[in-house]
């Protein structure tokens, strides 16, 4: 027997308990009155041995199950459904991004779940089942989960946000700092949750669209609130993106206008000394009839003359708003 990482029983009132050992058994008689919650770690080899063991579970459905990698979706299949779905990762020293995959195997007394690696939504459904009534029906159970993961994801999709608003607000005050860096993060990462999120919307829909009897009317609502969380956060994502390319095009717009104002200013100090230049190589040269030469006052003379060369054009190049 593998070990279950959660294992309920849920009554027909909402109410849960821990399900014995010998409940646990892949072929036990499934209850009438409720139904059962069952969640497993991919990674123990026991677990494939169980979904071997259970005459409901075929080897279609084994495969999608313990699949190391999968979009999120939604399949009809012998009568129970196969439902992947992804949730951040919100485990020390990962990245939101890295999702986590979780698979079930829904059936009307029945919800078979397994993931690779620990998924806080998971372990918030085993509190608020324990707590609180639970949902009465197995689409019920999944409905809520697919709410608990939006729910997981709304503080992730906040951070972003005013990490975005943030570096608004440095290039706003012309910092002069570079930020393309942080803003190529802030996109790669937007792009990885939406790659998974904007499927997840689409295995939702599909979801409340299924005629199965363990779907009730209620839980179609649900589940469609659910597909409404996606989309609002693929929404949110696409905005993270805009908001970064656009706060990216006003760095590079502010650097063009730098670059303009220097070679502005190299341009005018290149305008000043080009005159200044000229007469000073004109009285350097070496022959006959320079003025002044035998002058005391040769030198200040030139002097002056160069001054108010560069005032003039100084006040020329404000006149014509160069400076």
Same mark, same amino acid.
């Given at each position: 027997?593998?070990?279950?990482?959660? $294992?309920?029983?849920?009554?027909?009132?909402?109410?849960?308990?821990?399900?014995?050992?010998?409940?646990?058994?892949?072929?036990?008689?499934? &209850?009438?009155?409720?139904?059962?919650?069952?969640?497993?770690?991919?990674?123990?080899?026991?677990?494939? *041995?169980?979904?071997?063991?259970?005459?409901?579970?075929?080897?279609? $459905?084994?495969?999608?199950?313990?699949?190391?990698?999968?979009?999120?979706?939604?399949?009809?299949?012998?009568? $129970?459904?196969?439902?992947?779905?992804?949730? +951040?990762?919100?485990?020390? %020293?990962?990245?939101?991004?890295?999702?986590?995959?979780?698979?079930?195997?829904?059936?009307?007394?029945?919800?078979?779940?397994?993931? =690779?690696? &620990?998924?806080?939504?998971?372990?918030?459904?085993?509190?608020?089942?324990?707590?609180?009534?639970?949902?009465?029906?197995?689409?019920?159970?999944?409905?809520?989960?697919?709410?608990?993961?939006?729910? =997981?994801?709304?503080?992730?999709?906040?951070?972003?946000?005013?990490?975005?608003? %943030?570096?608004?607000?440095?290039?706003?005050?012309?910092?002069?700092?570079?930020?393309?860096?942080?803003?190529?993060?802030?996109?790669?990462?937007?792009?990885?949750?939406?790659?998974?999120?904007?499927?997840?919307?689409?295995?939702?829909?599909?979801?409340?669209?299924?005629?199965?009897?363990?779907?009730?009317?209620?839980?179609?609502? =649900?589940?469609?609130?659910? *597909?409404?969380?996606?989309?609002?956060?693929?929404?949110?994502?696409?905005?993270?993106?805009?908001?970064?390319?656009? +706060?990216?095009?006003?760095?590079?717009?502010? =650097?063009?206008?730098?670059?303009?104002?220097?070679?502005?200013?190299?341009?005018?100090?290149?305008?000043?000394?080009?005159?200044?230049?000229?007469?000073?190589?004109?009285?350097?040269?070496?022959?006959?009839?320079?003025?002044?030469?035998?002058?005391?006052?040769?030198? *200040?003379?030139?002097? *002056?003359?160069?001054?108010?060369?560069?005032?003039?054009?100084?006040?020329?190049?404000?006149?014509?708003?160069?400076?």
């Amino acid at each position: 027997m593998p070990h279950t990482l959660f $294992a309920f029983f849920i009554s027909n009132d909402g109410v849960a308990r821990e399900l014995t050992e010998a409940e646990k058994h892949p072929n036990a008689a499934r &209850p009438e009155n409720g139904y059962e919650w069952l969640h497993f770690n991919a990674k123990e080899e026991s677990c494939a *041995a169980w979904m071997k063991a259970d005459k409901k579970i075929d080897g279609m $459905a084994e495969r999608i199950l313990l699949a190391g990698d999968s979009r999120p979706r939604t399949i009809f299949h012998n009568g $129970a459904l196969l439902i992947n779905f992804r949730g +951040v990762n919100l485990n020390p %020293g990962s990245q939101p991004e890295d999702m986590i995959g979780i698979r079930f195997f829904v059936e009307s007394n029945r919800v078979i779940s397994v993931e =690779r690696r &620990p998924l806080k939504a998971t372990r918030d459904i085993s509190r608020r089942i324990t707590t609180q009534s639970a949902p009465k029906t197995t689409g019920g159970f999944v409905a809520l989960f697919g709410l608990a993961l939006a729910d =997981r994801m709304n503080p992730t999709i906040v951070d972003l946000n005013e990490q975005v608003d %943030g570096l608004e607000e440095k290039v706003d005050q012309h910092t002069g700092e570079s930020h393309i860096l942080e803003l190529s993060e802030l996109r790669r990462e937007a792009i990885m949750l939406r790659r998974y999120l904007a499927p997840q919307r689409d295995a939702l829909n599909t979801l409340s669209l299924q005629n199965v009897d363990f779907i009730t009317d209620s839980d179609r609502l =649900r589940i469609r609130e659910a *597909a409404d969380q996606a989309t609002r956060i693929n929404e949110e994502l696409d905005a993270i993106r805009e908001r970064c390319a656009i +706060v990216k095009d006003q760095l590079v717009d502010q =650097r063009a206008e730098e670059m303009n104002r220097n070679m502005m200013l190299l341009s005018v100090v290149a305008a000043i000394f080009l005159p200044l230049g000229l007469i000073s190589g004109m009285f350097g040269i070496n022959v006959g009839g320079m003025p002044w030469v035998e002058n005391p006052w040769g030198f *200040a003379i030139v002097c *002056a003359m160069v001054i108010a060369i560069a005032l003039i054009l100084l006040g020329l190049f404000k006149k014509a708003k160069w400076l």
